[in-house]
């Protein structure tokens, strides 16, 4: 869990800093003790993140017959890939989703978005059943086509095959240009997991936020724009609505979890079934 914190703690300070902060210099230059950690990552997610590699992952994964758990059972199991020798670790992502959903409340969002901050992160527990990190977390980016240079660590996709092949390495590759974001395949990793298994029961806006909050290329770079139709269009205002929310809604005194979950377990009995097929 440690290079996942890493690695969001990369993506939210020196790649896309709230706005009004200058990024920590250029990235690849930052001298920090967790370069190496994170430049590794990207190199291994970059080099396997093929189009064959996504068709399996989906293929083993989003026939959602894994287990049965509850949304705060996922919390918990979540907490089971917790390092013992770091205290700390164990909150961060009940925190971050509590610190999430607690601040898009305080702005007086609809209930479901509040949902959306609480669960968003849930597709994390993809790592403990042998997932390694760089298909779990990072940026997202469309598999079946060029990529897009503008994706974190860009430069890394040249270990990629799929650079190397004469339909995948072309701009539209397998897709129609304008064909839509849901009917093309995104590198495989928590986003597009949790999306399958909350798609039932969110409204579209909702699931947007889930399926592609890791896409910056997209909602933050403004690139893919060739792939997207008119229901994309409408919906990236949402995806972007929730971003900052992602990113930067660390607080300095942690909401107490005790204290909050009468509310949410409301919540979640509002939209979500008991039991969520993972
Ligand atoms: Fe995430
Ligand atoms: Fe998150």
């Not at 080099?47 to 989003?62: D, G, I, K, N, S």
């Not at 240079?149 to 890394?156: D, G, I, N, Q, W």
């Not at 377990?265 to 993972?278: C, G, H, N, Q």
Request: aromatic share 14%; net charge negative; proline share 8%.
């Amino acid at each position: 869990m440690k290079d996942i914190d890493a690695v969001e703690e990369f993506i939210e300070k020196q790649v896309y800093p709230e706005p009004g902060q200058k990024a920590k210099s250029d990235y690849r230059n930052y001298d920090n003790p967790g370069r190496e950690t994170v430049r590794d990552f990207y190199r291994e997610n970059h080099r396997h993140q093929t189009l064959e590699f996504v068709r399996a992952r989906r293929a083993e994964f989003l026939q959602l017959n894994r287990q049965k758990m509850s949304p705060f059972e996922a919390l918990d199991f979540l907490n089971t890939l917790v390092d013992d020798s770091d205290p700390d670790i164990e909150l961060d992502q009940l925190q971050h989703l509590l610190q999430c959903a607690e601040a898009i409340r305080a702005d007086g969002h609809e209930d479901w978005f509040v949902l959306t901050g609480l669960v968003h992160d849930l597709g994390k527990v993809l790592c403990l059943w042998g997932q390694p990190q760089w298909a779990v977390v990072g940026d997202t980016f469309p598999v079946g086509c060029r990529f897009n240079e503008r994706v974190v660590y860009s430069e890394f996709f040249s270990e990629n095959p799929d650079s190397h092949d004469p339909v995948l390495s072309t701009e539209p590759g397998i897709y129609e240009p304008g064909c839509g974001l849901r009917n093309i395949l995104m590198s495989w990793g928590h986003d597009e997991y949790l999306y399958h298994v909350m798609a039932p029961y969110l409204p579209e806006p909702a699931l947007y936020m889930i399926r592609y909050h890791s896409f910056y290329a997209w909602h933050r770079e403004e690139q893919y724009a060739w792939l997207c139709d008119d229901h994309d269009r409408a919906m990236l205002p949402w995806v972007r609505k929730f971003n900052p929310y992602d990113l930067y809604s660390k607080c300095p005194t942690p909401p107490d979890w005790k204290l909050l979950r009468p509310y949410y377990e409301d919540l979640i009995a509002k939209y979500l079934p008991a039991a969520l097929a993972f």
